[in-house]
């Protein structure tokens, strides 16, 4: 009753949220019974458009007309895609089961890339890439790549070729030279190499045919470091990454002034996302003793709370295309909810939901 | 006259009968050992137990969408009679759904299991049995921990003995032992059936240690799991170390984004000090969420994880491989098996597996049929 209070509350006195603009995200408590919703602003309601059971987070093509998620469909763990009203649904054509590390459109929309799972022991990930197009599925990153996860695209090359080759070492050279040729003809992805053995991760660049280490090429590697996250900003001009280089979980940003430190504090702060600008990033951060919600100027390293309560929780930031909001979840009332806010704090307000909702992701404006 | 007075007192036995059939669903609707599920107190209960000392605090939470106005009474209540109403004090809302409150033990409870009830100002009340475990005054340095895991009550096994007989002799077989608490590792329900989480709490209420349970991909088929034990992601502090107990989730679906990894994380920050930290879990399949991962093996790394799942001692290569965390996987209670763990000041040791002879199950299982 008290949630159907908070829901019709939500619908009503809803004046301060965008007038256009969506929200797809995961509806349901039971992870069998998960489905992506899209909350549209403009008539305030919420419609479901999955596939299969067990939807994993959605994530948008560029044009914002379809939305991309994991799903169980035929007794196998799949790639699927469908169309904004839910129509057409597609499923990724392959042998193996991908995890839920969410899928991931290329920048001109035609593809995805996924991380696929090898029933070996110990198990070996893999990036697979699927042409929508051709429908042709391609393992990248070359015969000697090691076992790979999380993989997200490179908006543009630009960081790649800001890379000075005359101070890598030869044979580093030598692979940078044929990487940025395959990856002016068909994109570049950065993904996670992955060495639990070691108790450390790396973060890589891939092309069809290549691995390269990445922060190889800004620094001397550290081999007891495990980073996670890695976010280009929009323009693939810097990418934001967590990592414990530093003894606790930190937010990092690779970018033109090498690699810096962006929330420094011995709490830990995780879970980056760049404001459309480039100029912040929103994290979650346990440095008020709750899960919450902050923003981090790059530029300075200055951090500011967005979302934080004594009585719940709030995780998963995310922007709206035009840096005016950020939706997150938060369990402050009985169970998770998707709200909006601006970047500072004010204007919250629960977008209307019946049952759990996580992973919100808003729709690009399109071209 | 004497016909008069019988029927004044059939009048009253029948008034009386109403009233108690009437009062019983009120009154006792709260009680966990009614239909099994949680009521009013959501923890700590006889699957997530308060383990404290005398002179010492623990926190209980009730359900409710407000605080209320006067604090409700809170009693321990021993299986010998014995009764300790506790000192409480209200922190306020969590979730606008539970209120959490703070409970000290008398300096003179006695060492021992006890049922915690508690009574609002308006009557209405509610018990949950083996809730609250006063331990002896000095923390153990060495101490030995049962692990039991893979029970599935209401599994059909036409050839052997059922899960309910299996159980309650490897409980009777622990009950031997020196072992000072039992972690149970999911799986507990063969599908989440409701009558089957009562048979197993039945079977749970024979266990005279501390018993912490989690759940297991054959009890989250629906949320009765939630109904009866409450949050899936808590710790507790035995002696010098702590406990973590977690869900690991379905087959290759992560779950990173939902309230989970926040509270592992938290939960983990918590039982930093101790001396060693083991987590308590269903399975482990490399594809978990990452982000669990690097918070139980990266970031902090605890210093034993145990679990079940595959009915199986451990295979080469099985298991997390990040780091040093110890691993313990213990074939399944339903096949008869058990395992104890010395917690020492060198680290935790496991034992070789225990299993109850299948000959001394089927011979238990003919005669509780009889």
Known sequence: MIGGLLTATALVCSLALPDTGAIAFISGEEQSKRNIHVYDFATRKSRGIGTG??????????????????????????????????????????????????????PDGTRLACSTIQDETPPRFDVAVWNLETSEVIRWGGDTRPSLRAPIWMPSTDLLMAIDVETQRDEMAQTLFTLRDEAEKNGVL????????????????VTPSTTLPLLYLAKAPSDRSAEWNLRPDRKGRQIAFESDMGGDREIYVLGKRGIVNVTNHPAADWNPRWSPDGRYLA??????????????????????????????????????????????????????????????????????????ALAPAWRPEGK | MG????????????????????LLPVRMAFARAEDGTLAWIWSPHDGQPALTQPGQSFEVLLRGTSAPTEIPVFTLEGTDGAEFPLETKIHGMEQSAFARYTCVVPATARPGGYALRVRGTDGTTDITRRAVWVLDAEPRAYYVLAHVTDVHIGKQ?????????TFSAVIEAISKTDAALCAITGDITESA????FRRF???LDRFTIPTLVCSGNHDRDNLWYERFWGVQTWARQFGPDGFLVFDTKDYVVADDWGPQAGRLHQLRRF??????????????????????????????????????????????????????AGIVITPACVDGYFRLIDITAQGPVARPVSRIPEDALITRHSDEKK
Not at chain 1, 74 to 97: C, F, H, I, S, W
Not at chain 1, 194 to 203: A, C, R, S, V
Not at chain 2, 193 to 196: C, K, L, S, W
Not at chain 2, 291 to 318: A, K
């Open chain 1, 53 to 106: 059971t067990h939807n994993g987070p959605p994530s948008w093509s560029p044009d914002g007309s379809r939305v991309a998620f994991t799903a169980r469909v035929n007794d196998r763990y799949g790639v699927a895609v469908v169309n904004l009203d839910g129509t057409d649904p597609k499923v990724m054509p392959l042998d193996q089961e991908t995890v839920d590390d969410p899928p991931r459109w290329s």
């Open chain 1, 190 to 205: 950065i993904a996670l190499a992955w060495f639990p053995d070691k108790t450390l991760t790396e973060p890589v660049l």
């Open chain 1, 283 to 356: 994290f979650e951060s346990f440095r008020d003793g709750r899960r919450g919600i902050y923003l981090t100027l790059v530029e300075t390293a200055r951090v500011t709370p967005v979302a934080v309560s004594e009585s719940g929780d709030c995780w998963s930031p995310e922007w709206s295309p035009d840096g005016k909001w950020l939706a997150f979840v938060g369990d402050l009332e009985s169970r998770p909810a998707i709200h909006v806010c601006h970047p500072d704090g004010s204007d919250r307000e629960t977008i209307a939901m019946d049952t759990w």
């Open chain 2, 3 to 22: 016909c008069n007075r019988s029927y004044r007192a059939r009048l009253g036995l029948i008034v009386a009968i109403v009233a108690v059939v009437c």
């Open chain 2, 157 to 165: 096994r036409p050839a052997g003995p059922d899960p309910d007989t």
């Open chain 2, 193 to 196: 059936e409701p009558d089957q």
């Open chain 2, 201 to 203: 709490l039945e079977l």
């Open chain 2, 271 to 324: 039982l930093r000090p101790c001396r060693y930290t083991i987590g308590l879990t269903h399975r482990y399949e490399p594809a978990m969420g990452m982000r669990s991962q690097l918070i139980l093996f990266v970031d902090d790394p605890i210093d034993l994880l145990l679990y079940g799942h595959t009915h199986q001692e451990r295979r080469p290569g099985e298991g997390p491989s990040w780091g040093n």
